[in-house]
């Protein structure tokens, strides 16, 4: 959790935004959940501060749902869960034509 507050803190009082975080923190998909929870997490920690960053903090706090589903932010997960499944796919492709290639060596051994 240290290592995100310190992302969040650096990229906090310039042009912040979700999305940036979730780049920086180099998000999965499948780590959707997960990376949401450590923005609130990280916003809780520098907004228990008594600094310029916590106001900013304390701001996206009380406005989190609105920023976290927001149309780009989920823009952004079905950009990486898009990508994702087109690695899985030509993986797939990869492994199936490997398998091609076995079966044919095998069938012509025979």
């Known amino acids: 959790m240290e290592e995100y507050v310190k992302i969040l ?3 906090i009082l310039d042009d912040f935004t979700v999305i940036k975080f979730f780049r920086r923190m180099d998000c ?4 959707k959940d ?3 929870e450590c923005l609130r997490e990280a916003l809780k920690i ?3 501060k008594d600094d310029e960053c916590s106001r900013k903090a304390k701001n996206l706090l ?3 749902d609105i920023y976290t589903n927001s149309y780009s932010v989920e823009d952004f ?3 990486l869960k898009t ?3 087109r690695g899985k796919m030509h993986t ?6 490997e398998k091609k290639v076995s079966i044919y060596i095998l069938y012509c051994r025979l």
């Open 62 to 64: 009380g406005n989190f």
């Open 9 to 11: 803190q650096e990229m």
């Open 34 to 36: 997960q990376a949401k």
């Open 83 to 85: 990508r994702e499944e």
């Open 28 to 31: 999965a998909f499948s780590q």
């Open 77 to 79: 997960w079905n950009g």
């Open 92 to 97: 797939d492709q990869l492994l199936l034509e």
């Open 46 to 48: 520098l907004a228990s």
